[in-house]
């Protein structure tokens, strides 16, 4: 089983949709949870840590669910601009800091 | 401020070959790991060294080194390049150890071996 766990997609939903990707992790000791975003050939970037309470950025909620070890990101009025890969990351317990990624799940949005 | 800055942008090495890629974490940052990502697939850890020791280690293998100066620049080192080599290494910092905050990546470097 892979440590962490996504649908690859690609998601393709039109301008002003709503979408939701999910996440499932094997390691129930993990403690910090995280969505990034990366376009293609480019570095992965932050999009924001996910809170065992929830939280929300704008068009953006993350919901963490440690019960089901399941971490979700919904997307609101989808923009052009949020076409992109979003990596599911869990940080690996332990002494120092090694972060786990999904292999991604691409989201295309289309006019 | 500068954020994280890698050297060079893209390599192109021959199989068998030693490769050195550079990183510059963003200041006031004393942590720098490496991860390498292969096409298709989510970023894999290398390495993290923290106050240029060695905090942590991926499954790869010995060929695979690094370290870590005294104002916290890194060195990632592959020696006998395989072509599964080929990917982009991406160089990321954080403040202390547990990146409770998560990381901030550098653009990093796309090698080639062939």
């Known amino acids: 089983r892979k440590e962490v766990e996504q649908d690859p997609g690609p998601f393709n939903v039109p301008e002003g949709a709503t979408v939701a990707f999910n996440c499932t992790y094997s390691?129930?000791?993990?403690?910090?949870f995280f969505w990034y975003r990366q376009d293609c050939r480019k570095e992965p970037k932050l999009l924001m840590s996910v809170y065992s309470s929830g939280n929300e950025d704008g068009r953006f909620t993350a919901q963490l669910n440690r019960a089901s070890q399941y971490i979700s990101l919904l997307i609101r009025d989808s923009k052009l601009s949020d076409s992109a890969t979003y990596l599911c990351?869990?940080?690996?317990?332990?002494?120092?800091?090694?972060?786990?990624f999904g292999a991604g799940t691409r989201l295309a949005v289309h006019p | 401020d500068a954020g994280v800055t890698q050297s060079p942008t893209h390599l192109i090495k021959t199989r068998g070959q030693h490769v050195t890629l550079r990183c510059s974490p963003i200041?006031?940052?004393?942590?720098v790991s490496w991860y390498q990502q292969v096409l298709g697939q989510g970023p894999q850890f290398i390495f993290q060294?923290?106050?240029?020791?060695?905090?942590g280690r991926g499954n790869f293998p010995d060929r695979f080194s690094a370290r870590q100066f005294p104002n916290y620049s890194s060195e990632l080192n592959v020696n006998a390049l395989l072509l599964g080599d080929s990917a982009l290494y991406l160089c990321a910092s954080s403040l202390g150890t547990l990146g409770e905050n998560g990381y901030t990546f550098g653009s990093g470097t796309r090698l080639t071996v062939v």
């Open positions: 390691n129930s000791a993990s403690q910090s």
């Open positions: 990351v869990v940080n690996e317990p332990g002494g120092y800091n090694k972060l786990i």
């Open positions: 060294y923290y106050e240029k020791e060695e905090r």
């Open positions: 200041s006031g940052h004393k942590s």
